[in-house]
């Protein structure tokens, strides 16, 4: 779990041959750049293999600019940094520089210049082939030609369009990216076409691939469009539930913070008060934003601290509380186990109102017995002189175990006294 | 005790530094501060401290907080110790810091003596374990005791000493209730943060994965 090494968020890289993927990939798994794209290179003489995987990764992983305008989106809430944090690689905050302008233009050159040779590397090919004699029909080469270049251009669309509207705003790049949709769609369409008119023989067949063919020529072309619109989609989404969240702990926190700031900017000569005041908000805080993960409630641990809750408010006087192991309240042992939380409550209203410093709460739910210890640092007091009205207290609390089949001891000395509650045979037998 | 101890605060909370400046005492002196990942990373190494009071939750770096600080001087960690800090009692939060390397964890609401007197004992090498840190590690171990020697489970005298702190007791009063020395108390204690430190138990993981959040 923790000894787990921290990566860097797996996003496409600045430094890039084709879409950054290879850098990005080395730096999310701290490898050296060339071994990636190495690995890369002799994956894709794999049948291929090295090609898909680069693919799905071009469309899955965002690039770093837009990884960071995801992450900006997530409102950075000032008082839990545990429950928001936006996750923030370490160039998410630059705005786009001329650099960043430069090189998207000097990208699009590329793109231009790739298709370019992919369309003439194809042209070789097919003249190659029929000077060696294999006689490719110039019928079926050019519709090929075509149609890759078409979908080419419209994918390159995809990721085009999207750096520029974040480099500029969304104005330009639009004519832009229509253009090159319409440029591809045509030419995957006067691909089909002429694969469909190019020959005579056998037409039952060829417009079956005919029509086979539009419908993937036409689903290669929207694709990137509609994976684009569905991430957009999620994206909104997604921030609308943010948003949402957002106005639930303004909310809160108008309701109950800032009230409690203010009451405490009044009482701000009373250190007891004060003390209290913030002490009750904290603890009111840290459950609402930690009540999700609580199961259900209402089990001994939850009872207890509810408990020290009360007397904290109560008493104006810090109650620490840590449980270990936890049991539940219900079934049979539910009468013994409230006599031992009502005798903890005594012992620790008690521990409140006569000790010094905070009061130290420990309850052990082990599998035989459940062990409640409560602990203060006041002057202490002599067994064997226990006034009277302490003598009630301590009625209720040694007394109460014991009719309930537990024992309680108080310890008391210099040091302060400590009350030790135990309730045997009746521990959490529950699966 | 002649020498002060040199401490460097991080936190990113500017007024929270200066509070905790002008509360810590004359046995220790601030040589440095910082409020991000990357600069406490630097500020470490620059100045070499005694003792690091460490923020568990930092802004900067790759999101790991004062894990991430733990994690980018760990060469340094035999010299410079590391007493984590927090407002989180979120068991998840100080076990992962805990098991990064740092020697022992306080809470930000403790009292200025309350952590110089931490600090000094971190700075002697000593680990500091509050009733809450005592509370999770009995937890996530068990509260049942083997063996000496094995490394996953506690031993009976180190359980004893961990329900001991878990309870609000001082190391002076654990060792007067044990009839042991204050020393053995903080061998004991020590021992317990070299465990948690180095265990794999899968268990340990699991416990701390379920209880993200306490």
Redesign the interface.
Known sequence: ???A????PLVRGEDRFVAGVCSGLARHLGVRVDVVRWVMVLASLLGGAGIVFYAWLWIMVPTTAEAARRGARRPASPIA??VS?P??PPTAAEPASPAQVRRARRLAGHAREMLLGAVLLLAALGLGSRMLGFDIPLGFIVPLAAILGGAALAWMQLDDSRREQLVRGAGAGRWNGGLRLGAGLALVVAGVALAVSGSQWNVLGLALVASLAVLAGVALVLLPWGLKFWRDLAAERAARVREEERAEIAAHLHDSVLQTLALIQRRAGSEADVTRLARAQEREL?EWL?R??RKGGGTFTDRLRALAAEVEDAQGHPV?V????DAPLDGDHREPREALLQAAREAMLNAARHGGG?V?V?A?A?AEAIDV?V?DRGPGFDLDEVPSDRLGVRESIVGRMRRHGGEATIVSGT?GT?VRLHLAGVGTEEP | MSEPVTVVIVDDHTIFRSGLKADLDGRVRVVGEAGTVEDAVAVIDQLRPQVVLLDV?L?G????GG??VL?RSSALIPQVRFLALSV???A??V??VI??GARGYVTKTASGPEITDAVLRVAEGDAVFS??L??FV??AFG?SAVADDELDRLSARELEVM?LI????SYK?VAKELFISVKTVETHVSAVLRKLQLT?RHEL?RW??D????
């Open positions: 779990m923790d000894t090494q921290i990566r860097p940094p545990a944090r996750v923030m840290r930690y999700d993960a620490d840590v449980c270990v192991g905070p130290s420990y052990e082990g210890f602990k040091g400590e | 939750h802004p770096g790759l999101g790991g894990r991430e994690t989180s009692d979120a998840e939060d076990v992962s098991r990064a009733p809450r005592a509370g009995l937890d509260t329900r878990a309870r609000g007791y009063e794999n993981s701390a994965a209880r993200r959040i306490w």
